[in-house]
């Protein structure tokens, strides 16, 4: 990958993150969306939405429409499935994972497993996953990590058991 493409990638991912934080917090300012989108205008990308956000004035625009915005700026940015933001913005997803992993903690026992299981985020993996350490060392991760998109869906499945 060239430093340009990887110095595009970091600056996207940046503000995809700032974009994120502020509709999930429902806190947008206009001009969280502005910047973003005249970096990306400097970046050559000229999509619709980031064209229209830098062509008007964001006091004149409605909240519901400027998060709107911000989402296609995102699309656009090239999250075109949307952003996701992994478990460390979404930490609802993380709470899923530890109610399906006490509820799995029954299977380990019959199992005769002891010891208190832990999750473990896979910074590996990609995309970046999580997975079950065992007390004795070995990682349960079904050959795939769990995906944050996976813990959206209540309630988790987890896969089925291989000891």
Not at 61 to 81: I, N, Q, T, Y
Not at 127 to 141: E, W, Y
Request: negative net charge; glycine residues 6%; aromatic residues 6%.
């Amino acid at each position: 990958m060239s430093d340009a493409v990887a110095e595009y990638d970091a600056v996207a991912e940046q503000l995809a993150r700032k974009v994120h934080l502020c509709l999930r917090e429902d806190d947008l300012d206009p001009r969280q969306v502005v910047a973003p989108a005249c970096e990306l205008l400097d970046w050559f990308l000229r999509g619709d939405a980031i064209v229209e956000v830098v062509g008007r004035n964001p006091a004149e625009v409605p909240p519901a429409e400027m998060a709107a915005l911000a989402r296609h700026v995102l699309d656009e940015a090239g999250f075109d499935a949307g952003f996701d933001p992994g478990f460390d913005l979404a930490p609802e997803r993380m709470e899923t994972l530890r109610t399906a992993l006490s509820i799995m903690v029954r299977d380990l026992t019959t199992h005769g497993i002891e010891g208190e299981p832990e999750i473990e985020i896979l910074e590996e993996s990609s995309p970046v996953g999580a997975g079950v350490r065992l007390a004795d060392g070995r990682l349960l991760n079904w050959g795939n990590p769990v995906l944050p998109t996976k813990c959206d869906d209540r309630p988790l499945r987890w896969p089925v058991w291989r000891f």
